[in-house]
Structures are given as C-alpha cells and as structure tokens.
C-alpha cells in the first residue's frame, strides 16, 4: 500500500527555520516525483517544490527561492523540506504529495500533513 | 503564472442534483488538468487527470471535461459523501505548479 507518513508538528518563533520529513513505503522510492503543498488555515492549496528521486533535481515556487531546501534520502526513502527565516504567514499545514509529472504533472498520493505554527 | 480562477465559489445542491464546477486558466494549460476533492481534516484526494481521466477507485459519477482555459468537473447525480471543497490543479509553463481558490459543495 503506497503510503507517505510525514513527522509531527511543529511549533517555531518567527526567523527560525523548520524542517519536515515524508518517508515513502509501499513502492519503489524512485517511481514518482514527489512535491510539497501547503495549506494555510482556512485557505487553498499552495505547491511549493517539487524533486525527482533519481536524481535529486529540484523545482521551487519563485515566492520561496532561497528560503526553500526539498531534499531526498534515497536509503530511507525520505523527502525533507526545509523552510527558513520563518513568519506568521508560513503557520499552514505542509503536505507531501506524490505522483507522475510527465505530460501532466499531479499528486495522486498524500501524506497526512505536518501542521507548523510560527508565533512569538 | 498561469492563474486558475473557479466558480463558483459556493455550490448549494441537493443529494440526487447534477454539480457542475468550473475551471478557467489565464492562458491554455493545454489538456494539464487536474481535480482534486478535499473534506474537512483531509488531505486532498486526486479524482481527475489529464483533464478527463478518473484516478483509481474514482466512481464513474465524477467526469471532466474542456480544453485550453476552460474546464469543468461534472458530479451527475450527488452522493451525501460528495459534498467536499473541489480544486482544480495545472501545470502546464511550470514551476509553478498552480491550483485553483476552490469550490465549497454544500448541502441545500
């Protein structure tokens, strides 16, 4: 069963960074892409990175260049997304999604969500 | 950025009622489209891609549709689980990959 468990919530004060992991079971890590989405309270979806397994290329929304690190650990078939000099407006739910991204580009898996909240 | 505006924003219907939610790009996402339901406490779930194909275990009462910058997504007769936030999802030009506000489906 594919499944992308991701780690807990988080708590962090503005300017601080925050780092969430997904792990993948239940497939062959390098089958899909996977991407992160957030969420913030009350509000839509937002993509903000994408990254290939294989070979570990990224995509990142312009809004978060140089704010924004994804990452992968193919021996524990694990996805990380760094977010540094966090504010208020970063307080969302951040998911990992998976899924093909040839042709047209979807997630068809999600994990659970990690919420983190930023307040002083 | 390809901007993905939907409409409405808020559909009252009725279980049994025919839904049909909309989709409009600022410019041609070709056939990039995708679906997405959401309930409260939930992460999104994929039901359309490619614009018209049902993902896995989607029943055959969910259907999309359209081209270029307009697209819909049909619900041809309501099931009580159905009513959910829907967002539409491209990504052709990309990054970024882009979504749409969102359509609230509420019961009437």
């Known amino acids: 069963q594919v499944q992308l468990v991701q780690s807990g919530a988080e708590v962090k004060k503005p300017g601080a960074s925050v780092k969430v992991s997904c792990r993948a079971f239940g497939y062959t890590f390098t089958s899909y892409y996977l991407h992160w989405v957030r969420q913030a309270p009350g509000q839509g979806l937002e993509w903000m990175a994408m990254?290939?397994?294989?070979?570990?290329?990224?995509r990142y929304a312009q809004k978060f260049q140089g704010r924004l690190t994804m990452t992968r650990d193919t021996s524990t078939s694990t996805v990380y997304m760094e977010l540094s000099s966090l504010r208020s407006e970063d307080t969302a739910i951040y998911y990992c999604?998976?899924?093909?991204?040839?042709?047209?580009?979807?997630?068809?898996?999600w994990g659970q969500g990690a919420l983190v909240t930023v307040s002083s | 950025e390809i901007v993905l505006t939907q409409s409405p924003a808020t559909l009252s219907l009725s279980p049994g009622e025919r839904a049909t939610l909309s989709c409009r790009a600022s410019?041609?996402?070709?056939?990039?489209l995708t679906w997405y339901q959401q309930k409260p406490g939930q992460a999104p779930r994929l039901l359309i891609y490619?614009?018209?194909n049902r993902a896995t275990g989607i029943p055959a009462r969910f259907s999309g549709s359209g081209s270029g910058t307009d697209f819909t997504l049909t619900i041809s007769s309501l099931e009580p689980d159905d009513f959910a936030v829907y967002y539409c999802q491209q990504r052709a030009n990309w990054p970024p990959i882009t979504f749409g506000q969102g359509t609230r489906l509420e019961i009437k």
């Open positions: 490619d614009t018209s």
């Open positions: 999604a998976g899924g093909y991204c040839s042709g047209d580009c979807y997630f068809d898996f």
């Open positions: 410019q041609s996402v070709s056939n990039f």
């Open positions: 990254i290939n397994p294989i070979g570990g290329d990224t």
